[in-house]
């Protein structure tokens, strides 16, 4: 097994074990949710954090002049809900993008059976400390990479994400529309779509369908080429990411 494929697994199996260690400990509240559901909004009273079992979610904050930002999103086994503790409200609306389930518990019950299952603590620190480095890396990548460059790591995030949960990744359906792509990654829907083409050009990425949300991915690793091509100067070329 390559040290890829052992880190898929320990991620698949790290997912399934927190899941069991919580729906063991704790009186979980299980919703299934459409595209568009609110799991909650900013300013709402924080009295419970969230998991989510399967589908996408997004986060979405609202700038002081009534723009919408999407700042974060979500896919199996992560958290949600860690805005609230501190100020005791949410900052942020959470949205659902596709058809799926989301389990929930309130924040002092989780504390108390932290005192009783010390394992739980570890869990929430874990989950906290893999926000905090989702958050690092997305604003190290918006400071950092060029919008070509952008694009691609974006994909690559994508789908990994998908292969640490056991899911294909060789195709992804993206739930986010060019606009959202370009808002979450701080570029205008056009220079989106043009990165896209570029990627596909150099059949990095290929266009399943007339819609272009389904986009195939031949090989991750040529994602990554493209990027180390990106940051040498420019866009990498087909050859160079084969």
Same mark, same amino acid.
């Given at each position: 097994?390559?040290?890829?494929?052992?880190?898929?697994?320990?991620?698949?199996?790290?997912?399934?074990?927190?899941?069991?260690?919580?729906?063991?400990?704790?009186?979980?509240?299980?919703?299934?949710?459409?595209?568009?559901?609110?799991?909650?909004?900013?300013?709402?009273?924080?009295?419970?954090?969230?998991?989510?079992?399967?589908?996408?979610?997004?986060?979405?904050?609202?700038?002081?002049?009534?723009?919408?930002?999407?700042?974060?999103?979500?896919?199996?086994?992560?958290?949600?809900?860690?805005?609230?503790?501190?100020?005791?409200?949410?900052?942020?609306?959470?949205?659902?993008?596709?058809?799926?389930?989301?389990? &929930?518990?309130?924040?002092?019950?989780? #504390?108390? *059976?932290? /005192?009783?299952?010390?394992?739980? !603590?570890?869990?929430?620190? $874990? @989950?906290?400390?893999?926000?905090?480095?989702?958050?690092?890396? &997305?604003?190290?990548?918006?400071?950092? #990479?060029? *919008?070509? /460059?952008?694009?691609?790591?974006? !994909?690559?995030?994508?789908? $990994? @994400?998908?292969?640490?949960?056991?899911?294909?990744?060789?195709?992804?359906?993206?739930?986010?529309?060019?606009?959202?792509?370009?808002?979450?990654?701080?570029?205008? !829907?056009?220079?989106?779509?043009? @990165?896209?083409?570029?990627?596909?050009?150099?059949?990095?990425?290929?266009?399943?369908?007339?819609?272009?949300?389904?986009?195939?991915?031949?090989?991750?690793?040529? !994602?990554?080429?493209?990027?180390?091509?990106?940051?040498?100067?420019?866009?990498?070329?087909?050859?160079?990411?084969?």
């Amino acid at each position: 097994m390559t040290a890829s494929a052992a880190q898929t697994v320990n991620a698949s199996q790290r997912i399934a074990e927190s899941m069991g260690l919580l729906r063991e400990a704790l009186p979980i509240q299980r919703r299934v949710v459409h595209a568009g559901d609110t799991l909650y909004q900013a300013g709402e009273a924080f009295t419970q954090l969230f998991i989510l079992n399967s589908g996408f979610v997004k986060v979405v904050n609202l700038a002081a002049d009534g723009r919408e930002q999407v700042v974060g999103l979500h896919f199996r086994g992560d958290w949600l809900g860690f805005d609230g503790i501190a100020s005791g409200h949410y900052g942020c609306d959470a949205i659902a993008m596709d058809t799926g389930e989301v389990w &929930s518990f309130r924040y002092d019950a989780l #504390l108390q *059976a932290c /005192a009783h299952k010390p394992v739980l !603590l570890t869990l929430l620190h $874990e @989950a906290m400390s893999r926000e905090i480095g989702r958050d690092r890396d &997305s604003m190290l990548a918006l400071c950092t #990479l060029p *919008a070509d /460059a952008r694009v691609a790591d974006f !994909l690559r995030n994508w789908a $990994e @994400a998908l292969a640490e949960r056991g899911l294909r990744t060789d195709q992804i359906t993206l739930r986010m529309t060019r606009a959202e792509i370009g808002n979450y990654l701080g570029m205008t !829907l056009e220079t989106v779509s043009r @990165a896209l083409s570029r990627l596909a050009r150099g059949d990095v990425i290929r266009f399943a369908e007339k819609g272009r949300r389904e986009i195939q991915i031949p090989r991750v690793e040529a !994602l990554s080429a493209f990027i180390q091509g990106c940051m040498g100067g420019g866009a990498a070329s087909p050859a160079a990411v084969h």
